[in-house]
């Protein structure tokens, strides 16, 4: 928690997304002043981003910046008079990274060196960088520990977030930026993208439809509540002066099957799946398993909602968007 921070000034990049306006509501329940940046971009609905921010908007504490972080002056403008920063702006997902390559490249790599080289030319020493779990590839060995080596990326995203840890390493390494890298495991809750397995499995068999099963149903992943996500990044921004450079998984420590999660949201819902097996895509990684050792020493994180009581959650949120 941010305590004893209460004017404190945080810039959040891509605030209108699920992660970001989240974030944004619980730091100015904090006391905190936020800034937002987002470009609404159409990967969906810019609606939706913006009742995302509906809260935050009525709030004087809070100004948001419709923009894009690859536009340099709109940045330093945005990042000058910050506290600390939190970078989650991003081109997301494994599969449309690698239908538009040069896209994830410029925004993901390009706008991150933007943010990156604002924070530096205007004296902001306190930057968290939201990584993915994705830069691990088919990593064999479980669970996967911030010290394995991450060069066999399977997917452009992939290969950006692994690019965004290298230049803030640089920026920490030359300019002497604080810098945590916080590597994201499948976060879910309300607000999630509409694209991503929890929300449209449960929009999907809501409706009656069937629901894409990609291979056997073995696939696994470890799949984090949102409010455990923002609890990390809190305690990342609280302890990240002077820290100098880190990276920390986030995640939940309980990978579960494709199959199991099917029918944990069967359960939920009430209502049986319609399956339709399909193949596994390119990028597509076997599992994902965080190692939580460092986030419990650096940041006293330990997770505390569980797969059954997130998607209850989720769904209540679910059912009251219709």
């Not at 809750?189 to 990609?214: C, N, V």
Request: glycine content about 10%.
């Amino acid at each position: 928690m941010l305590t004893g921070n209460k004017n404190k000034k945080v810039l959040i990049t891509g605030a209108a997304g699920c992660i970001g306006s989240h974030l944004t509501d619980r730091l100015l329940s904090r006391g905190c002043k936020v800034s937002g940046i987002d470009n609404f971009c159409d990967f969906y609905d810019p609606a939706t981003k913006r009742k995302n921010l509906e809260a935050a908007l009525s709030n004087d504490r809070f100004v948001l910046v419709e923009g894009d972080i690859r536009d340099p002056g709109i940045v330093r403008h945005t990042v000058a008079g910050c506290d600390a920063v939190v970078h989650l702006a991003a081109m997301a997902g494994v599969r449309p990274s690698l239908k538009n390559p040069a896209l994830y490249q410029d925004v993901n790599v390009g706008g991150t060196l933007q943010v990156l080289e604002a924070c530096r030319l205007e004296g902001v020493n306190n930057v968290i960088f939201a990584s993915s779990s994705s830069v691990y590839g088919n990593n064999r060995k479980v669970p996967f520990s911030e010290s394995d080596p991450v060069d066999h990326p399977i997917s452009v995203y992939a290969a950006t977030k692994k690019s965004g840890e290298l230049l803030a390493h640089t920026y920490h390494a030359v300019f002497g930026l604080d810098i945590t890298c916080l590597r994201l495991f499948t976060v879910y809750g309300p607000r999630q993208r509409p694209d991503l397995a929890i929300h449209k499995f449960s929009r999907l068999i809501l409706e009656g439809k069937p629901i894409p099963i990609f291979g056997d149903g073995s696939m696994e992943r470890d799949h984090t509540y949102i409010d455990d996500i923002l609890a990390g990044i809190e305690a990342a921004i609280s302890r990240n002066p002077g820290r100098g450079f880190s990276v920390i998984n986030l995640g939940s420590d309980h990978p579960v099957r494709l199959d199991a999660l099917v029918a944990a949201i069967e359960k939920t819902l009430g209502k049986k799946a319609v399956l339709e097996k399909k193949p596994v895509p390119q990028g597509d990684v076997r599992r994902t398993w965080a190692d939580l050792t460092r986030a419990r020493e650096l940041l006293g994180y330990e997770p505390k909602t569980g797969l059954e009581a997130g998607l209850e959650n989720f769904v209540e949120w679910l059912n009251s968007e219709k």
